[in-house]
Structures are given as C-alpha cells and as structure tokens.
T-cell receptor, first 113, second 116 residues
Framework: AQSVTQPDARVTVSEGASLQLRCKYS??????LFWYVQYPRQGLQLLLK??????VVQGVNGFEAEFSKSNSSFHLRKASVHWSDWAVYFC???????????FGQGTKLSIKP | GALVYQYPRRTICKSGTSMRMECQAV??????VAWYRQSPQKTFELIAL?????????EQNFTQEKFPISHPNLSFSSMTVLNAYLEDRGLYLC????????????FGHGTKLSVL
C-alpha cells in the first residue's frame, strides 16, 4: 500500500544550525511529493512541492527538498533555522491518477536558543 | 489567487449530537475535494475523496453513514459529523484540488471540533 514515512517524530536543532527532516515514500508509481508546515493551532501551509523534473526543489523561507528515486526519499533541508521555524512538518505524497494525498506522521521541530 | 475557506473555524458540540462543516473554494474550480481529520497529536487521515459527478470514495474506518458529504458544485462541499463522540474530536481539513495548478490541493484552515 502507498505510504509516507517520517522516521523522526521529534527533531531539536540550535538556532542557526542546519536542518534535515527525513521522508520516505513507497508504492506511488510516479509520485508527486509535498512538504507542509503546521504552526501551532493553525492549518497546513505548503512549503514546497515536487512534480517529476528537477530533483531539487526550492520552497518558501529558505527550505528546499531533494527527490531521490533510488532511495525513495524526499528529505527537507534548510541551511540555517530560525526560531520561527518551530512547527510540525508533514511530508505527503500523491498518486497523480488517484488524486489522494497521503500524509506522513509528521516531525515536530523544536529550536534551541 | 486560489483560496479555500472553511467554516466554522471552531465548534463545540455535545456528545451524541451532529455538526456540519463547510468548505468553499475561491478563485478556482475544485474538481475534487478531500476531507481529512487530524486527531490530537496525530497526522492527517483521509476521510473521503469527493469528485464532482462521481461517487464519493470513503477510506477504511470512515463511512457515509457517519460522515455524509455533499459536493453540489465546483466551489462548495460540506461534511457532517453525525453522532459525534470524544473520538471524533480534532481538526477537520478540507483540501480542494485545482486541475489548473498541476492538480495541487489547496487547504483551508480547518474546522476544530471539540466534543463535550
């Protein structure tokens, strides 16, 4: 069955440090992949999206992600985190024909001062 | 731009009662609408996918009898939570699909349901 896995439930990094949040997908055929962010007590905001093409995609607020077919991964990166990045991050995948967006379990990002 | 509005933003209902939530797509034609639930401290579970002029497809563990959905046109959808109990509390998110934007899903802010 199609699935999206975020192996890290919680990640803590120091402000100014680099960040990588991991995401693995399976059984999507040609996947469309997304990273969303959920700030406290809010809905979902799209950070970036991958459609078949350039494997490295740029998003908002300095985020980028790299698609790897060989590793079935779509990890999110940021060179230097800011305290305002404190949020829960969700990776999601969609099979284009089905139109169903499937979410990972989410990774809660905390920032140390 | 494309926006999705959901209302109410928050609602409280007594255990055993029902509540209806609405989803409005603005600036695009939503060929399909997906309803999700985020239970406390959890991820987003797909409840059902509704495509105009097609049958609504419910995911396992969710039924039409419990979560009836109406999708009468390309800009509006509603879902009712019937006989709500504690396990139904959470954030209900509507995602509307825009075929003009690479089939991207636009999300509303959600309806937060609390059950007393």
């Amino acid at each position: 069955a199609q699935s999206v896995t975020q192996p890290d439930a919680r990640v803590t990094v120091s402000e100014g440090a680099s960040l990588q949040l991991r995401c693995k997908y399976s059984y999507f055929g040609t996947p469309y992949l997304f990273w969303y962010v959920q700030y406290p007590r809010q809905g979902l905001q799209l950070l970036l999206k991958y459609y078949p093409g350039d494997p490295v995609v740029q998003g908002v607020n300095g985020f980028e992600a790299e698609f790897s077919k060989s590793n079935s991964s779509f990890h999110l990166r940021k060179a230097s985190v800011h305290w305002s990045d404190w949020a829960v991050y969700f990776c999601a995948g969609m099979n284009y024909n089905q139109g169903k967006l499937i979410f990972g379990q989410g990774t809660k990002l905390s920032i140390k001062p | 731009g494309a926006l999705v509005y959901q209302y109410p933003r928050r609602t409280i209902c007594k255990s055993g009662t029902s509540m209806r939530m609405e989803c409005q797509a603005v600036g695009f034609q939503a060929t399909s609408v997906a309803w999700y639930r985020q239970s406390p401290q959890k991820t987003f579970e797909l409840i059902a996918l509704s495509t105009v002029n097609s049958a609504i497809k419910y995911e396992q563990n969710f039924t039409q009898e419990k979560f009836p959905i109406s999708h009468p046109n390309l800009s509006f959808s509603s879902m009712t939570v019937l006989n709500a109990y504690l396990e139904d509390r959470g954030l209900y998110l509507c995602g509307a699909r825009d075929p003009g934007a690479h089939e991207r899903l636009f999300f509303g802010h959600g309806t937060k349901l609390s059950v007393l």
